[in-house]
């Protein structure tokens, strides 16, 4: 069985792509990276102040690249969640377990000293293999 081995470049929506130079996923043969994603939408935060909100816009925003990669939240095996306040742990934790709870990627979650705007809480990134 031959597997495509071409790198596809999924863009997202970010002016920021283009500057930096990234692309929202990249997608080699079955596997697929999603770069480190924010609640910004429209160049607008999504969720201030409110942990929970924003890691589900996140996540969101995960899964519609990884549609558009060929790939289903069901085919993470990896996320990273980056969080500025430790003390909003729990309440993005549960919102990863809704999404994830029955997929049980492996996971980790660390506090950073900031994130690119300070409006952001939460920033995650995931890697799937697909099936």
Known sequence: MSHDMRRHNIAGT????????????????????VAGTTATMNGEVVGVNDPARQTQVVLDIIAAALAQAGARLEDVVRTRIYITDMTHWEDIGRAHGKVFGHI?????MVQVAALIDPRHLVEIEAEAIVS
Do not use: F, N
């Open 14 to 33: 970010s002016p920021w792509e283009a500057v930096v130079g990234y692309s929202r996923a990249v997608r080699v043969g079955q596997v697929v990276h």
């Open 104 to 108: 049980r990627p492996a996971a980790s």
